[in-house]
């Protein structure tokens, strides 16, 4: 157990839907990270937030968002969603913003029809 | 920009017998270095991870990795493969320079273990 808690762990959704997955860091982390894992893709870096502020952005779409709130939990919203969404979104967290190991949650299985 | 490049998608090894998984990254600087196991419907576990205090890197359940800088290689060994070591590798990567601390993965390698 990382100590990283994902939900849900599935979830199962339409074409043109919106969802939202959440994230609860490690106790003491500031920052946390979104992965989606694919076949196709591979393991994508998404977002990072640090301590409530958006710290970098990767191959993140335009229809997806995130935020960190003031506790440290972050929420991921996917929005419009299609087909090709449906991945493995993984969240992980680390103490400091850069050079810090990430411990990574169970993830969730996101299936779009 | 940085990549990593895992070579062998598939790696099957007799229970007992070396595992050798090869990564190798592009990096103006060594950046900083991991690997990480991904069992069945599980999360990713960190196995290691390289700093540069030391180039090799002694990890859990047996692993190690070796930094070299000459090769841009962090190869990861086992001395005795065990069937629990049955799992998805990834090597990964971030930059030592700049405040974001995103990782990037390589493709992985699943190793297959036989009795």
């Known amino acids: 157990d990382s100590g990283v808690t994902q939900t849900p762990k599935h979830l199962i959704t339409a074409t043109g839907q919106r969802v939202t997955l959440r994230c609860s860091p490690r106790?003491?982390?500031?920052?946390v990270y979104w992965y989606q894992q694919s076949l196709d893709q591979g393991l994508q870096f998404l977002i990072q937030y640090y301590n409530g502020e958006e710290r970098a952005k990767g191959n993140i779409l335009e229809r997806f968002s995130a935020q960190q709130f003031p506790d440290l939990h972050s929420e991921l919203n996917l929005s419009s969603l299609e087909l090709g969404d449906s991945a493995l979104y993984f969240c992980a967290s680390s103490v400091a913003d850069s050079g810090s190991s990430q411990y990574f949650g169970p993830g969730t299985r996101l299936t779009v029809l | 920009a940085q990549s990593v490049t895992q070579l062998g998608s598939h790696v099957s090894v007799s229970e007992g017998a070396l595992v050798l998984l090869r990564c190798n990254y592009s990096s103006s600087v060594p950046p900083y270095l991991f690997w990480y196991v991904q069992y069945p419907n599980q999360g990713l576990q960190l196995l290691l991870k390289y700093t540069s205090a030391a180039t090799l890197v002694k990890g859990i359940n047996g692993f190690e990795a070796e930094f070299k800088k000459s090769e841009t290689s962090f190869h990861l060994t086992k001395p005795s493969a065990h069937m629990s070591d049955a799992a998805e590798y990834f090597c990964?990567?971030?930059?030592?320079?700049?405040?974001?601390?995103?990782?990037?993965f390589g493709k992985g390698t699943k190793l297959s273990v036989k009795p």
């Open positions: 106790s003491g982390d500031l920052s």
């Open positions: 990964a990567v971030s930059d030592r320079r700049g405040s974001q601390g995103n990782l990037i």
